[in-house]
């Protein structure tokens, strides 16, 4: 992506406020094409990227209404969008920084994940965006949205950001790349995957019951660094500085035998 036409995106969608009905389409196609994301196609009855979705809404009473997604892209997201006014662009939403503005932003998300909850299947993240202002986003891998403080909050100037551009790509065109779960199993299938060779790498030198009991302490005290017990980063920081520096010298510290 050029830094020039992001810039330029920047400079005509900060100034707009108070307008989201004359605006919301522009803005999400320039943002999607200053991302290289798909841009929303012509709405029809099997649209599974658009404006204005269409979708049957049940309610706790049992009635039935039709409400119109914003911009939907089935499998990824369900996006709603508003626009705060500002002193000087004033509009019928409320003034960004006010209470009031707070309140409407969050009933934008309780609108976005009514939608989610009545698509035949729900995507993966709800979106709600003050348009030249911010992007707010909620995922649902655990099985819900979390409530309105659970949000990751994106500033115009964040876009800037590399990371943040790579995670609104991974939104529009691999969601499921972002489930912290399959992060967390891969992470766990590499570190044992290590342990293991170090494990088969110290049993040529030492008895195998020595190296299980080495391994286990060392893993506990990874363990116990990361949630408070140790000060912070102790064991690493030897590992990394004196012993690292000095191997002959671990075993006597690690170990009152001289073993692992």
Not at 2 to 26: I, Y
Not at 41 to 70: A, M, Q, R, V, Y
Not at 143 to 148: Q, V
Not at 209 to 232: I, N, Q
């Amino acid at each position: 992506m050029s830094p020039l036409a992001l810039d330029a995106f920047l400079a005509t969608w900060r100034p707009s406020a108070g307008n989201e009905r004359a605006n919301f389409q522009s803005f999400l196609r320039d943002f999607c094409a200053v991302l290289d994301l798909p841009v929303p196609e012509p709405k029809n009855p099997t649209s599974t990227h658009c404006f204005e979705k269409d979708l049957k809404l049940t309610h706790l009473d049992g009635t039935t209404t039709t409400g119109s997604i914003d911009c939907y892209r089935e499998g990824c997201f369900v996006l709603e969008a508003k626009q705060g006014s500002t002193a000087e662009a004033t509009g019928s939403a409320p003034r960004r920084g006010t209470r009031a503005y707070d309140r409407y932003m969050e009933a934008a998300f309780g609108q976005a994940v009514n939608y989610a909850r009545n698509l035949p299947q729900r995507p993966p993240f709800v979106i709600t965006c003050d348009i030249g202002y911010a992007f707010h986003v909620w995922d649902g891998f655990s099985g819900a949205y979390g409530g309105y403080g659970a949000r990751r909050s994106y500033t115009m100037e964040d876009l800037r950001d590399p990371k943040v551009q790579e995670r609104f790509k991974a939104i529009w065109l691999d969601p499921q790349s972002l489930d912290p779960s399959k992060s967390r199993t891969a992470v766990t299938r590499d570190v044992a995957a290590a342990l293991g060779g170090l494990a088969r790498s110290l049993e040529t030198r030492f008895p195998a019951e020595a190296v299980a009991r080495f391994l286990m302490r060392t893993v506990f005290t990874f363990f116990a660094e990361d949630v408070g017990l140790l000060p912070d980063k102790l064991f690493q920081n030897a590992l990394e500085g004196a012993w690292k520096e000095h191997p002959k010298s671990f075993p006597r510290a690690w170990s009152p035998c001289g073993t692992p």
